[in-house]
């Protein structure tokens, strides 16, 4: 072979060298891109094109005893934008075409027109729209998700579909509503506008009623930002909040809250309270607060109205706390219905302090049932001194006084019962006795008179029924009661309280016809909080029936009633809610009359 013809072969030889090593390379990086850096540059493209989006659980249901919705969730949208494709310019849309009605033809939209259609459905205007597209551009030219719009209703939803924008998207997520407005409002609670919970039970049973947010991500258009389909990666699942089961009634929560709220009125009252509670069981019924608050809308509510004083506002209860210090009396084996003193209308005992009746009389022959009767402070100071002071605390706090309930309610306050023996003075050694110098809330008063109806046994008062999860597990509530007094001191105080309901001052005006009922009515000065009292007073019933079989307690509140500063004003709303609980639950009337029993000798 010559030398000219080694030549040709010679670079047909460097070609076939150059050429392994280009595909060797393209091998090497194609391995490298398809399994050593696979995940990693999948990622990276996914990232780029896709949109992390929360999915958002469902809070759970509030409902009442019988299963009626007192709150739920309903679903309201989210709606979002992306700045990057939408700072692109016009929108192309296809539209009729005017020469041929049959075709569409494609025209350009600005995006001033855009914003401006975008902004007249959400609710913002144009301007408003842009400058959310403008900043966000400014801060990141690539922000691809932005919130226009938050929690619009279905209809609003529609309309922006309508709009067949490609760079703005719907999300759905779920809002509380409330169906019945005001009803139990005070008890509910609300939520704030980023749906965490603030007041009420929505507050103190969030652990129930929680909802937890997943996420999700997806890829989209780079084109029109439009969902690819088969493309959504769960990154956590959402889960669903638990239904909570009050012991409320939702019916006669709404006549209670009215007849309340009727006589508040009536009488120019401040606020007024009116618990229904199980005699047997210590359930709530209704707890009605007024003026009370729509959840729907918290902020049409002064701060001060949108919890429940029931549970959160502690007062003097006044004489009818004469009941509970009857009963510790009794127990003690210390006085019965027919135990005699002799009281005029002051008292000064040998510690120095100075007890007064609220009227005139000259000394008095009283039995306890009579001393119940005309409500004589005097008298029951010289049954209660009967005690020690110990004796008197201590069947305080067995009867839940001093302490919150078990409802575990939001803000609410245990009482104050001056601290006990040994801080009180000569005078709130007395005080105590018939119902000053000390607080408790609207349903402790409730309580104590449910220890009294049920035969001494107090039950836990209880406002929740239940929680059931979203996977069908239910959490109750369980009930067991303790003796605070024996049955013996809970019978006889039960019928010197029906002597109370007939031949007290207010017999005429909270008669209920057919049932005996034991009550007791109280009229309390009110702590100025700076050692003094107000002006006004609290006027307040509370009381039991059928007496012979107790079922149900109704306890009343009314703080400064001025156009009615007595006793009176409480109790014709604690006749009529009663007589409608007794009518409700179909309570058989009572049988044999009521025990005679003397108020002197």
């Known amino acids: 072979m010559n030398r000219t013809s080694r030549y040709p072969m010679r670079r047909i030889l460097v070609f076939a060298i150059v050429m392994v090593v280009l595909v060797g390379v393209f091998v090497v990086k194609l391995v490298d891109v398809q399994i050593v850096r696979a995940s990693a540059l999948n990622v990276q493209a996914q990232d780029a094109r896709s949109v992390p989006v929360t999915v958002y659980g469902a809070r759970g249901d509030i409902v009442d005893a019988n299963g009626q919705v007192l709150a739920d969730t309903v679903m309201r949208y989210d709606i979002a934008l992306s700045p990057k494709q939408a700072a692109k310019g016009p929108v192309t849309r296809e539209v009729p075409d005017p020469a041929d009605p049959g075709k569409t033809t494609e025209v350009e939209v600005p995006l001033e027109q855009v914003v401006a259609e975008l902004g007249a459905v959400v609710g913002l205007t144009a301007d408003q729209v842009q400058g959310i597209i403008t900043s966000a551009i400014a801060e990141n030219p690539d922000d691809d998700f932005e919130y226009v719009a938050k929690l619009v209703d279905t209809a609003t939803y529609e309309a922006v579909k309508k709009l067949d924008i490609p760079w703005v998207v719907p999300y759905q997520h779920p809002s509380r509503r409330y169906p019945n407005g005001a009803v139990a409002g005070n008890l509910i609670g609300f939520l704030n506008p980023d749906g965490e919970s603030l007041a009420g039970l929505e507050l103190s049973e969030d652990d129930c009623l929680a909802s937890e947010d997943g996420e999700v991500s997806y890829l989209h258009s780079l084109k029109d930002w439009v969902r690819i389909p088969g493309t959504e990666v769960v990154h956590k699942e959402a889960h669903d909040g638990g239904t909570l089961q009050l012991t409320i009634d939702a019916d006669l929560q709404f006549f209670v809250q009215r007849i309340a709220e009727e006589q508040r009125r009536a009488v120019g009252a401040d606020w007024a309270t009116v618990t229904v509670m199980e005699a047997k069981t210590g359930r709530l019924l209704a707890v009605a607060d007024v003026p009370t608050i729509d959840p729907n809308d918290p902020a049409a509510t002064a701060v001060a109205d949108r919890g429940s004083r029931s549970f959160t506002a502690p007062f003097e209860p006044g004489s009818t706390f004469k009941a509970l210090t009857s009963a510790s009396v009794i127990?003690?084996?210390?006085?019965?219905?027919?135990?005699?003193?002799?009281?005029?209308?002051?008292?000064?005992?040998?510690?120095?302090?100075?007890?007064?009746?609220?009227?005139?009389?000259?000394?008095?022959?009283?039995?306890?049932?009579?001393m119940l009767i005309d409500s004589s402070n005097t008298a029951m100071s010289m049954f209660g001194e009967r005690l020690t002071d110990q004796q008197r605390y201590d069947d305080m706090l067995r009867f839940g006084l001093g302490e919150r309930t078990e409802v575990g309610f939001s803000g609410e306050e245990p009482g104050d019962l001056h601290g006990g023996p040994e801080e009180w003075d000569n005078q709130t050694k007395y005080a105590t006795m018939f119902g000053q110098g000390l607080t408790t809330t609207a349903v402790q008063i409730a309580s104590v008179y449910q220890t009294l109806a049920n035969g001494g046994v107090r039950m836990p008062v209880s406002l929740v029924d239940s929680c059931r999860s979203a996977n069908g597990e239910t959490t109750e509530t369980e009930a067991e009661g303790r003796r605070v007094v024996s049955e013996k001191a809970a019978d006889e105080t039960t019928a010197m309280l029906e002597r109370v309901y007939a031949e007290g001052w207010l017999?005429?005006?909270?008669?209920?016809?057919?049932?005996?009922?034991?009550?007791?009515?109280?009229?309390?000065?009110?702590?100025?909080?700076?050692?003094?009292?107000l002006s006004g007073y609290l006027v307040s019933v509370s009381g039991f029936a059928p007496a012979d079989d107790p079922e149900f307690v109704v306890s009343v509140s009314i703080m400064n009633p001025v156009k009615m500063n007595s006793s009176a004003a409480s109790a014709p709303v604690f006749q009529e809610v009663m007589s409608q609980v007794l009518k409700k639950y179909r309570t058989v009337p009572s049988g044999a009359p009521a025990p005679e029993l003397p108020a002197t000798w």
């Open 331 to 370: 127990n003690a084996g210390k006085g019965d219905p027919l135990s005699r003193v002799t009281a005029d209308y002051r008292y000064e005992p040998s510690n120095g302090a100075d007890i007064n009746d609220s009227f005139f009389h000259g000394p008095t022959p009283y039995t306890m049932t009579g």
């Open 507 to 533: 017999a005429d005006k909270w008669n209920i016809p057919g049932y005996r009922v034991a009550a007791k009515t109280g009229t309390a000065q009110v702590p100025d909080g700076q050692g003094g009292y």
